[in-house]
């Protein structure tokens, strides 16, 4: 079993790991360079390539790795290009701001590339794209613009490890995460113009994550058998934690939905079934803490588990409509999975 206790000890540590282990060199570097072998950025720049099927920089291996050092990259133009692409594998990309580019950071080709302690802002689209697999995005931070931007991190590959990132301000997603089985963990998500969090991959882990003030919803869940617990999802537009389309056979469990300005926990759709949503807290919402708009009394419609649940709207019933009645308790009633 995870002991969440001890996920910042274990990445610090990481992090010192892997900046003490690269034998960076100082180049010159200038834009439109492919790196292949450790370099240091030495000072900052300002790249006027155009075009967003282009890269300020390509980060290649076997050998290229990029420290910049506390510098910054800056695209300039009215169709900028990208910032950073990590290319074939294993690329390395640390300490460094990237200001105004098209998408930010792209993680490409055949994966196994690390991004931390990055500052990725205003992007016109995404701040990082992760397209390809078993990839570590550790302690990064990137803002955008409002609706000028589009997500904070694109997750399209799969395997990759996803861990203590800043997302602010993002004009889309916060996280978009349509690859399977990526691990994402205590990162923080805060004033996304759409969704904070869309987890449509199957099998994805999303532990310890703070998802808040989304313009809409908190967590959308459209993926299948994922594990969801301890998150906290406060304060946003609409929903807290939505389970939508086909979203089956997921593990939502201890998690934190309140003050959302609708549903704290939400099951939207009368094809999300065999979920097990279980000893969460759901208080404060506008309109409900927990609702089912498809379930049956008993729970035998959908399959859905409900127990253990801690609100604090009296949930008003219908048959078919509405997930129970408990007036004045404060948890909800076990109903087994038949």
């Known amino acids: 079993m995870l002991n969440q206790n001890h996920y910042p000890k274990i990445l610090s540590t990481a992090l010192l790991t892997l900046g003490a282990s690269l034998p960076f060199n100082a180049f010159s570097v200038e834009c439109g360079d492919t790196i292949t072998e450790p370099t240091t950025l030495t000072e900052d720049l300002i790249c006027s390539i155009s075009g967003s099927n282009t890269s300020a920089l390509t980060i290649q291996r076997?050998?290229?790795?990029?420290?910049?050092?506390?510098?910054?990259?800056?695209?300039?133009?009215?169709?900028?290009?990208?910032?950073?692409?990590?290319?074939?594998?294993?690329?390395?990309?640390?300490?460094?701001?990237?200001?105004?580019?098209?998408?930010?950071?792209?993680?490409?080709?055949?994966?196994?590339?690390?991004?931390?302690?990055?500052?990725?802002?205003l992007p016109l689209e995404d701040a990082i794209v992760v397209d390809s697999n078993s990839n570590t995005v550790i302690g990064n931070f990137t803002s955008g613009d409002g609706n000028d931007s589009d997500n904070g991190i694109d997750i399209d590959g799969n395997y990759n490890f996803i861990s203590q990132n800043v997302i602010e301000l993002s004009g889309d997603e916060g996280m978009e995460v349509d690859g399977i089985a990526n691990t994402i963990i205590q990162n923080t998500i805060t004033g996304s113009d759409d969704d904070g969090v869309e987890l449509n991959g199957d099998f994805s882990i999303f532990i310890s994550n703070t998802i808040q003030d989304s313009i809409s919803m908190g967590l959308v869940i459209e993926g299948s058998s994922c594990t969801v617990s301890n998150n906290t999802v406060t304060d946003n537009g609409s929903s807290g934690i939505t389970l939508q389309n086909s979203a089956s056979n997921n593990s939502i469990a201890q998690n934190t939905?309140?003050?959302?300005?609708?549903?704290?926990?939400?099951?939207?759709?009368?094809?999300?079934?065999?979920?097990?949503?279980?000893?969460?807290?759901?208080?404060?919402?506008?309109?409900?803490d927990l609702i089912d708009l498809f379930e049956s009394?008993?729970?035998?419609?959908?399959?859905?588990?409900?127990s253990g649940n801690t609100f604090r709207h009296p949930i008003q019933a219908a048959l078919n409509n509405y997930l129970i009645k408990q007036l004045g308790v404060v948890t909800s009633i076990t109903h087994p999975v038949i």
């Not at 390395?92 to 802002?121: A, K, P, Q, R, W």
């Not at 704290?264 to 309109?287: E, K, L, M, P, Y």
């Open 297 to 306: 009394d008993d729970c035998s419609v959908n399959n859905n588990l409900w």
């Open 257 to 288: 939905s309140s003050d959302n300005d609708d549903f704290g926990i939400f099951v939207s759709s009368n094809n999300a079934t065999g979920n097990s949503i279980v000893f969460n807290t759901a208080t404060g919402n506008g309109v409900f």
């Open 62 to 121: 076997p050998g290229g790795s990029l420290y910049m050092a506390g510098f910054s990259l800056t695209c300039l133009g009215s169709d900028p290009s990208n910032g950073i692409d990590l290319a074939a594998s294993s690329g390395e990309l640390s300490t460094g701001t990237i200001n105004g580019c098209n998408d930010g950071v792209l993680l490409s080709e055949d994966g196994f590339h690390t991004v931390y302690g990055m500052n990725i802002l």
